[in-house]
């Protein structure tokens, strides 16, 4: 044992360099743990923050399948609105003869429309509104002096939003400015 202690005091750097060796490979992997634990905790957050954006999209799906679920059901049933908002039209308020008919096409019109309300399906009548690409369909262009521009004349077809997203545009005639009048060719000469 002598003899080691002896050879050990001989050479005293063999002794510091294991050391040395061994606390660099000791500090080598508490780097490359440290590493691989910020890029696993850099993961699960990651991982994390996926399957929250997953729940949250999965939650606006439903809720927009609940909002809009009927509105196959609503464009079928418009129609018949459509149907009897033209029967009153048509029909003369003051006779007589059909004034018990026309009494019940308003009651099931009032009925009908509540209902339409209920699911909020609203109606767009922009009769003398500014003209709005988004919720109108323009079927023609009429001169016009008594309103301004780009206004609604005439509405052919009622428009329906279902929970604020566009159904059916109201299809509307639209006002355009006078021409102006275009001079004679006796007048050019």
Request: no cysteine; hydrophobic share 40%.
């Amino acid at each position: 044992m002598a003899d080691e202690q002896t050879q050990n005091s001989q050479h005293p750097d063999i002794e510091t360099a294991g050391e040395t060796t061994a606390g660099e490979d000791l500090a080598l992997r508490v780097q490359t743990l440290e590493e691989q634990l910020a890029a696993a905790q850099d993961q699960a957050l990651r991982v994390a923050a996926d399957m929250q954006n997953v729940r949250r999209r999965a939650e606006q799906d439903i809720e927009k399948a609940h909002k809009f679920a009927l509105e196959k059901f609503a464009n079928d049933l418009l129609p018949v609105v459509d149907s009897l908002e033209r029967g009153l039209e048509l029909s003369n308020p003051n006779d007589e003869a059909i004034k018990p008919v026309r009494e019940g096409l308003e009651l099931t019109l009032k009925l009908f429309q509540d209902t339409l309300k209920r699911y909020n399906l609203e109606a767009i009548d922009p009769h003398g509104a500014p003209f709005n690409a988004e919720h109108h369909q323009a079927m023609a262009m009429q001169e016009s002096t008594s309103v301004e521009p780009n206004s609604v004349l005439k509405v052919f077809q009622k428009g329906y939003l279902l929970n604020g997203r566009l159904l059916r545009p109201a299809m509307v005639v639209v006002s355009k400015a006078p021409a102006e009048p275009q001079p004679s060719i006796d007048e050019q000469a």
